[in-house]
């Protein structure tokens, strides 16, 4: 009987112990998934429920959108759809309907429910941003907006306006709704219907359209329709839809300039367009009341029927009417190029595509994309001189913040009046045309939002007790600039100087990489996160983008990213940005962005075909005392003395000519010469 008793025990003891193994088990599974998926970089889904109570603190920055919502919902009802698609796009219904105001987002509505979709960058801005209402979904690791959408279920029917949807993100949309039962609909934009200037919609206003001239361009605009019109052909295109507002303005040597309600977070010089281009022919929508006689004379010189180079100009507002008018009135039309999205691009818009026949009609790259990319010598002789003036004017700036903070010890410095003052020393470089982004001016905590932008309310003092990260560009006639430099005014910690140090080394890293030309710009991210990865750490964005001259900050089709699935392909003439970063939330942040130039590596001989290597054209120092030199290795302290001497022989001279003894100081100090007996190698080694 003991016997039976103490087998019963042990069983017993064996299915609890059994019990608790499991329960360890799937305790531990759980704890992975939580440091794999929610660092202290982000937050959870619904995390931004948590301060939703009656004693919680509302961030300063978050938006009450019940009322968009309620009025939204009933134009819904009105449209007979269930679910409303909202894409971001350059006019704010996105913001308007959310209070989101980040540069990646996009919204579905229904009855009960309101969800935003952005990337990392943003996690913690929309987490502030985003009222009750609303909750967040993080693009990589929530369901994709489509997928979400179609477990609606069988009979719901998702609308969205088809002018603001790129044709190829519309049909990959179409396609994993349908396999749910979910029906996507075209509906005119019901946004536009609530959202009026009575409540606060900006009035329309739109950009006058210049020449860029020769001396900037570097080519004829006609020169540039030849090379498309021998990519078409080549390609068996009867023509091409150019939808991309960056590519009309580069390939007809023109620009936007002035004010538009159209500007988003970034400041580009383009124009409401649209055009087309075939082997006999160009049309080109824009406003009529932009177009002058002046332009008209650009775009129609007098041989122009001999080179069929003659442009149609018409009205922007009938723009889909006049493309399907033209469609039927062509006697032997073949293939139309439509551009599928891209890098920063969303393609030509659904509209325009349901506009062409379906025999008429292909998705594809748009050849402008690497044409616009790689700049001709004289757009890259720019680039290179706009940097070295927007560096003055960086450095004159950065050089009077430490001063007043350091050495006069101000005390009224605020995110806003140091972005202000940025600004004005921007305004006073030859062919400055305005910034080319809102400038992420950020101090403490507010580093750690990734694309932060001050606003009244939420704007820091400015103060020696943590680190201050600006990330600000300029617009020039010659060229495009984006750079991000972190400062300490203060004593910094020992983890942020350790912090600085990784970013700065994987930066360097990249900077210094020989590649095959042509290789793809997925692959060379690992050199520039390696030395925060080491450490069980990374940051959420990409390390660098393509730059436009004179056009767009963010310029395809380079986009630095593991993760990527557009890959684009380093080639002589591109520019793009090196900028790894780190962010602790609720602590700090910091980037470092420097713009580097795609050039020839001489080899000898082409067994393996041509290499190419890169050049920084962006020339502000660094900070020394953010920097662990013993952590280095000798050959990243050789590109760090090489970067320096660049920069005073370059940015030094100019700082000296124009009498700002001051900031040639400030650049002198940090750009001394470092030995690399500084580095681990020779400490721990030699």
Same mark, same amino acid.
């Given at each position: 009987?003991?016997?039976?008793?103490?087998?019963?025990? &042990?069983?017993?003891?064996?299915?609890?112990?059994?019990?608790?193994?499991?329960?360890?088990?799937?305790?531990?599974?759980?704890?992975?998934?939580?440091?794999?998926?929610?660092?202290?970089?982000?937050?959870?889904?619904?995390?931004?429920?948590?301060?939703?109570?009656?004693?919680?603190?509302?961030?300063?920055?978050?938006?009450?959108?019940?009322?968009?919502?309620?009025?939204?919902?009933?134009?819904?009802?009105?449209?007979?759809?269930?679910?409303?698609?909202?894409?971001?796009?350059?006019?704010?219904?996105?913001?308007?309907?959310?209070?989101?105001?980040?540069?990646?987002?996009?919204?579905?509505?229904?009855?009960?429910?309101?969800?935003?979709?952005?990337?990392?960058?943003?996690?913690?801005?929309?987490?502030?941003?985003?009222?009750?209402?609303?909750?967040?979904?993080?693009?990589?690791?929530?369901?994709?907006?489509?997928?979400?959408?179609?477990?609606?279920?069988?009979?719901?029917?998702?609308?969205?306006?088809?002018?603001?949807?790129?044709?190829?993100?519309?049909?990959?949309?179409?396609?994993?709704?349908?396999?749910?039962?979910?029906?996507?609909?075209?509906?005119?934009?019901?946004?536009?219907?609530?959202?009026?200037?009575?409540?606060?919609?900006?009035?329309?206003?739109?950009?006058?359209?210049?020449?860029?001239?020769?001396?900037?361009?570097?080519?004829?605009?006609?020169?540039?329709?030849?090379?498309?019109?021998?990519?078409?052909?080549?390609?068996?295109?009867?023509?091409?839809?150019?939808?991309?507002?960056?590519?009309?303005?580069?390939?007809?040597?023109?620009?936007?300039?002035?004010?538009?309600?159209?500007?988003?977070?970034?400041?580009?010089?383009?124009?409401?367009?649209?055009?087309?281009?075939?082997?006999?022919?160009?049309?080109? &929508?824009?406003?009529?009341?932009?177009?002058?006689?002046?332009?008209?004379?650009?775009?129609?010189?007098?041989?122009?029927?001999?080179?069929?180079?003659?442009?149609?100009?018409?009205?922007?507002?009938?723009?889909?009417?006049?493309?399907?008018?033209?469609?039927?009135?062509?006697?032997?039309?073949?293939?139309?190029?439509?551009?599928?999205?891209?890098?920063?691009?969303?393609?030509?818009?659904?509209?325009?595509?349901?506009?062409?026949?379906?025999?008429?009609?292909?998705?594809?790259?748009?050849?402008?994309?690497?044409?616009?990319?790689?700049?001709?010598?004289?757009?890259?002789?720019?680039?290179?001189?706009?940097?070295?003036?927007?560096?003055?004017?960086?450095?004159? &700036?950065?050089?009077?913040?430490?001063?007043?903070?350091?050495?006069?010890?101000?005390?009224?410095?605020?995110?806003?009046?140091?972005?202000?003052?940025?600004?004005?020393?921007?305004?006073?470089?030859?062919?400055?045309?305005?910034?080319?982004?809102?400038?992420?001016?950020?101090?403490?905590?507010?580093?750690?939002?990734?694309?932060?932008?001050?606003?009244?309310?939420?704007?820091?003092?400015?103060?020696?007790?943590?680190?201050?990260?600006?990330?600000?560009?300029?617009?020039?006639?010659?060229?495009?600039?984006?750079?991000?430099?972190?400062?300490?005014?203060?004593?910094?910690?020992?983890?942020?100087?350790?912090?600085?140090?990784?970013?700065?080394?994987?930066?360097?890293?990249?900077?210094?990489?020989?590649?095959?030309?042509?290789?793809?710009?997925?692959?060379?991210?690992?050199?520039?996160?390696?030395?925060?990865?080491?450490?069980?750490?990374?940051?959420?964005?990409?390390?660098?983008?393509?730059?436009?001259?004179?056009?767009?900050?963010?310029?395809?089709?380079?986009?630095?990213?593991?993760?990527?699935?557009?890959?684009?392909?380093?080639?002589?003439?591109?520019?793009?940005?090196?900028?790894?970063?780190?962010?602790?939330?609720?602590?700090?942040?910091?980037?470092?962005?420097?713009?580097?130039?795609?050039?020839?590596?001489?080899?000898?001989?082409?067994?393996?075909?041509?290499?190419?290597?890169?050049?920084?054209?962006?020339?502000?120092?660094?900070?020394?005392?953010?920097?662990?030199?013993?952590?280095?290795?000798?050959?990243?302290?050789?590109?760090?003395?090489?970067?320096?001497?660049?920069?005073?022989?370059?940015?030094?001279?100019?700082?000296?000519?124009?009498?700002?003894?001051?900031?040639?100081?400030?650049?002198?100090?940090?750009?001394?010469?470092?030995?690399?007996?500084?580095?681990?190698?020779?400490?721990?080694?030699?």
């Amino acid at each position: 009987t003991s016997t039976r008793v103490y087998r019963k025990v &042990w069983k017993m003891l064996n299915s609890i112990w059994s019990f608790l193994l499991l329960f360890a088990i799937v305790k531990c599974c759980v704890i992975f998934d939580e440091s794999a998926y929610s660092s202290i970089h982000s937050r959870n889904t619904r995390e931004i429920n948590t301060n939703c109570g009656p004693n919680d603190t509302i961030p300063p920055n978050r938006v009450n959108t019940t009322e968009q919502l309620r009025i939204v919902r009933k134009e819904m009802e009105s449209a007979n759809i269930t679910i409303l698609i909202v894409p971001l796009d350059e006019v704010g219904r996105l913001l308007w309907v959310s209070g989101f105001s980040g540069s990646n987002g996009q919204a579905a509505i229904t009855q009960e429910e309101a969800r935003l979709w952005t990337d990392g960058r943003y996690f913690i801005q929309a987490a502030d941003q985003l009222d009750c209402n609303w909750e967040m979904m993080k693009i990589g690791t929530d369901d994709s907006l489509e997928k979400w959408i179609s477990q609606a279920g069988a009979g719901n029917i998702a609308g969205a306006d088809p002018n603001i949807v790129g044709a190829g993100d519309w049909l990959d949309w179409e396609k994993v709704l349908e396999e749910g039962g979910v029906e996507l609909v075209t509906v005119d934009n019901l946004i536009d219907n609530v959202w009026t200037e009575d409540n606060g919609r900006p009035t329309p206003e739109f950009k006058e359209i210049v020449i860029h001239e020769m001396e900037f361009a570097g080519e004829d605009w006609e020169e540039k329709i030849n090379r498309v019109r021998e990519n078409l052909v080549e390609n068996k295109f009867f023509g091409m839809i150019v939808t991309e507002l960056d590519e009309i303005a580069w390939l007809f040597n023109l620009r936007g300039e002035g004010k538009s309600h159209r500007e988003g977070l970034y400041h580009s010089p383009t124009f409401q367009s649209m055009s087309i281009v075939t082997s006999q022919e160009i049309l080109l &929508w824009v406003h009529p009341s932009k177009v002058s006689e002046e332009l008209t004379n650009h775009l129609n010189r007098p041989d122009c029927q001999s080179k069929h180079t003659c442009v149609t100009i018409k009205n922007i507002e009938t723009s889909l009417q006049d493309i399907s008018y033209w469609v039927h009135e062509q006697d032997s039309l073949e293939t139309l190029l439509v551009t599928k999205p891209s890098n920063y691009l969303s393609g030509a818009n659904y509209a325009v595509y349901k506009t062409i026949p379906e025999a008429y009609r292909a998705l594809g790259d748009s050849p402008i994309l690497d044409m616009k990319a790689i700049k001709n010598e004289v757009e890259t002789a720019g680039m290179v001189e706009a940097h070295i003036r927007d560096a003055v004017a960086l450095c004159d &700036w950065a050089a009077m913040m430490e001063e007043q903070l350091e050495v006069l010890g101000a005390e009224n410095w605020t995110e806003i009046s140091a972005a202000d003052r940025l600004a004005e020393y921007r305004e006073e470089q030859p062919d400055n045309k305005g910034l080319s982004f809102g400038t992420i001016s950020a101090f403490g905590p507010n580093g750690a939002i990734i694309h932060y932008s001050p606003t009244p309310d939420t704007d820091a003092k400015i103060t020696r007790s943590s680190m201050f990260m600006v990330d600000s560009g300029g617009q020039y006639l010659d060229g495009t600039t984006d750079v991000t430099r972190t400062f300490h005014y203060g004593e910094p910690t020992e983890e942020q100087v350790e912090r600085y140090t990784d970013v700065l080394m994987g930066a360097i890293e990249l900077a210094r990489i020989i590649v095959p030309e042509g290789t793809q710009d997925t692959a060379v991210d690992l050199a520039t996160r390696q030395f925060l990865f080491n450490k069980g750490l990374d940051y959420r964005h990409g390390t660098g983008h393509g730059i436009g001259a004179y056009l767009e900050v963010h310029e395809g089709p380079i986009l630095v990213r593991m993760k990527n699935s557009k890959h684009g392909s380093f080639k002589v003439g591109m520019f793009f940005s090196d900028e790894p970063g780190y962010y602790k939330e609720g602590d700090y942040g910091l980037r470092l962005e420097t713009i580097l130039r795609v050039t020839e590596f001489e080899v000898d001989g082409e067994e393996y075909g041509k290499f190419v290597k890169f050049e920084p054209v962006t020339l502000v120092p660094f900070e020394p005392k953010l920097i662990n030199f013993e952590m280095m290795s000798p050959e990243q302290i050789e590109w760090y003395n090489n970067y320096n001497k660049l920069t005073i022989e370059k940015v030094g001279s100019r700082l000296l000519e124009a009498g700002k003894q001051t900031a040639y100081n400030w650049v002198e100090a940090r750009t001394q010469f470092v030995s690399p007996r500084e580095s681990y190698v020779f400490k721990k080694w030699l």
